[in-house]
Structures are given as structure tokens and as C-alpha cells.
């Protein structure tokens, strides 16, 4: 388990239960009525104790999202074609863990503790994005991640960044700034080996045919199925719907993967021109619920690297909690 001595759980603990006895419906239209006139909510603000707890979920997830989603790539650093890719990725990878420390912190916000989101990644209780539970086979496969992946992010943190929570909102807006370098240089990498050698085209069209269906589910499942959409989308967090971002994602993105000649494994994928709607095949909503919830081909390997990781580390927290025990005696 994790351990670090991190901050203010049972303060936080006894403040969540007093909101959710004075969950009372005048406080509540009051609240809805600050969210419609498009005001922030800040931490210290009274809060319906369903709105605290999805955001928390929802903040909790992201942030694991940044911390496991810098491991696909980063296994690439050492192999990344050339000084100049090397840099850029690690870099990139620094930013990503960067944004999970931003998130984390806005999610302490709520109440939850920094060690307990860590505990509940570790056990999977909690999940994270679905995306990073595939392996990154070739160069090509980071290419895709650092273009399409991080354009399917900023197109669902765009949107939020306007939401209601203050705290979520000022973590998107610095994340959407780094992740818009992220897509930079992953759409420089992916014109490199789209205009490169036929080996390099193919090794390209492999890996888009490889993470198609999995950047389809990132923004998670269908209108008509998703659980939290709509109370979210009433209360702000949720900016838009699965569906509204995915078409979104595709109306930008599906021009710029053709224009340079590479092709999409989906016959049905075409635009309605009247509507703006863009249709597909459905994809595979039965392998995604299997990935989310641990069945997919690296979840247990991401977990352990992170298990790893926390019992290697706990010498360091220990230090930074108590600087004094980790001084070492002047020498006379
Ligand atoms: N993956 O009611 P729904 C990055 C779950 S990292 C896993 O529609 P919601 C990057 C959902 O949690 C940025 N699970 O959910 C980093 C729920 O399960 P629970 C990643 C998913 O929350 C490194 C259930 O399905 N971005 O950019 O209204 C390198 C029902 O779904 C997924 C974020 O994390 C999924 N894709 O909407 C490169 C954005 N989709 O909790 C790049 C923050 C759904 O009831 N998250 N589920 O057990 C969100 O905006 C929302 O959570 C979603 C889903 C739009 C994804």
C-alpha cells in the first residue's frame, strides 16, 4: 500500500458528512442557480455532496490517467528516432506527470487524500483512461499517441476548462496550453513517416489501424448509455456529451489523417454534410468495458509499474514530510 503521511483526511471526512446532512434543497437551488448563472465554485463554497463526489471521480481518474499515460510513451525514450525526438518526448512525458500532480492537487481540493486516490489506483478500484492499457509496439504507436490521443484530450479539455469547478477549470486551462506542444510535435512525427518510406507509411497505417477503436472509446460510451453524463452536463463538469466530443474530435482530425494519404480501418466512417454528424461503425463497447475495468492487454503490467514505483519512492515522501529526519549530522 502506499504510504506517505499525506494530508488532511479525517478534517475532510467529518466536513463531507456535515454537507451531506445539510444537502437541503434551498441550499441546492441556490448552488444550481450559481452554476447557471455560469459562476465558479470554489473549494471553501457549499456544495451538493453528489457534485463533490463525481468531481472527484471524475478529477481522481484524470489525473491517473496523466500518471499511467506517460508510461506507454515513456518506454520509448530511449529508443525515439534521433536527439531531437528524444528530447521532445521526454519532455512531453515530464509534462504529462506534471498534469497528474496538477490534477491530484485539484482534486485534494474536495477532501479526498493524495494517498487514498493513490491506494484506489493501486487496488483498481479506480480507473483511468482506457487508452493506456494498450502496449506501444512501434515508433509509429507513440507517433499516434502524441497526435491523436493528445488532440482527442485537448478537444474533451477545452470544453471543460469552461466548466463550473475552479479549481478543475485552472488545471485544464495550463494542461491545454502543454498539450497543445504534446500534438505539435506528435502531428510533426506523424507527417514525418506519412511522407516517409513505404516502410514507414506501413509501419504508420499499422499502428493507426491498431489504436483507431481505442481513441473511439476514449471519449467514452454512447449518449444513450452513459451514467453520468447528464447530471454532469446540468451542473457544468461535463461541457459537452461522449458523443457531441467524438463527433467533434472526428470533424477535426479525420481531414487532417486523409490529407496526408493514410487511411481509416472503418468503412462506414463518413460525414452527413447537412447534419455535421459524422457516422461510424459502433465500436466494440463490450472489449471496452473489459479494458476499463482491468481486462485489457497491459492493465495489470501499468499497475505493477506503479506499485513499483510507490514502494521504491516511499523513501523520498518520508524525507519531504520530515526534512529533519533525512539531514545528515555535520562533521565536527
Ligand atoms: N476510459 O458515464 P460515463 C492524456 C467509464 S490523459 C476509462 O460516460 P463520464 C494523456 C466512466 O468512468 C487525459 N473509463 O462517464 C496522458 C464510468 O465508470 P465509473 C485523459 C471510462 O465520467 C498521457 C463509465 O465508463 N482524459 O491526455 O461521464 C499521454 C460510464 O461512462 C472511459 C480524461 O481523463 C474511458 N475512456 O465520462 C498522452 C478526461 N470513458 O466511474 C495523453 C476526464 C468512460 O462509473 N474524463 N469511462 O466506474 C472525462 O472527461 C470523463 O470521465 C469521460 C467519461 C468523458 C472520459
Redesign the pocket.
Known amino acids: 500500500m502506499y504510504g506517505g503521511g499525506y494530508i488532511f483526511d479525517e478534517p475532510n471526512k467529518r466536513q463531507l458528512k456535515e454537507e451531506q446532512l445539510h444537502d437541503d434543497p434551498v441550499k441546492l437551488a441556490e448552488f444550481e442557480a450559481r452554476i447557471a448563472r455560469g459562476e465558479k465554485i470554489e473549494p471553501g463554497d457549499w456544495m451538493p455532496s453528489e457534485y463533490r463526489r463525481q468531481l472527484i471521480?471524475?478529477i481522481e481518474?484524470?489525473a491517473h490517467?496523466?500518471i499511467i499515460?506517460?508510461l506507454p510513451?515513456g518506454t520509448w525514450i530511449t529508443r525515439a528516432p534521433g536527439f531531437k525526438r528524444k528530447l521532445a518526448l521526454i519532455a512531453k512525458v515530464q509534462d504529462?506527470i506534471g498534469h497528474g500532480q496538477l490534477l491530484y492537487n485539484a482534486a485534494e481540493t474536495l477532501g479526498k487524500s493524495r494517498e487514498a486516490m493513490i491506494n484506489d489506483l493501486l487496488s483498481g478500484k479506480s480507473?483511468?483512461?482506457?487508452?493506456f492499457n494498450y502496449p506501444a509496439e512501434t515508433w509509429a504507436d507513440v507517433t499516434v499517441?502524441g497526435f491523436l490521443?493528445?488532440a482527442a484530450?485537448i478537444v474533451?479539455q477545452v470544453a471543460?476548462a469552461k466548466g463550473s469547478y475552479g479549481p478543475y477549470c485552472r488545471a485544464l486551462e495550463r494542461i491545454c496550453y502543454e498539450?497543445s506542444f504534446?500534438l505539435k510535435q506528435g502531428h510533426d512525427a506523424f507527417i514525418e513517416l506519412a511522407t516517409g518510406t513505404p516502410a514507414q507509411k506501413q509501419m504508420l497505417q499499422d499502428a493507426l489501424n491498431r489504436w483507431w477503436q481505442p481513441i473511439m472509446?476514449?471519449?467514452?460510451?454512447p449518449d444513450k448509455a452513459?451514467?453520468?453524463?447528464q447530471k454532469?452536463m446540468e451542473w457544468k463538469v461535463?461541457m459537452a456529451s461522449?458523443d457531441d466530443?467524438r463527433n467533434q474530435f472526428l470533424d477535426m482530425y479525420v481531414p487532417k489523417i486523409r490529407e496526408l494519404g493514410m487511411t481509416l480501418p472503418d468503412p462506414e466512417l463518413k460525414k452527413d454534410e447537412t447534419t455535421g454528424k459524422w457516422s461510424y461503425t459502433d465500436p466494440d463497447w463490450d472489449l471496452f468495458k473489459k479494458v476499463?475495468n482491468g481486462g485489457g492487454p497491459c492493465n495489470a503490467e501499468r499497475l505493477q509499474v506503479r506499485q513499483w514505483a510507490e514502494e521504491h519512492g516511499r523513501w523520498v515522501r518520508k524525507a519531504l514530510m520530515n526534512p529533519n529526519a533525512a539531514k545528515v549530522a555535520p562533521v565536527a
Open positions: 471521480r471524475l481518474q484524470h490517467s496523466e499515460g506517460a510513451e504529462e480507473k483511468y483512461s482506457n487508452v499517441i490521443i493528445d484530450a474533451n471543460n498539450e504534446h472509446h476514449f471519449f467514452g460510451p452513459s451514467v453520468h453524463s454532469l461535463k461522449n466530443m476499463i
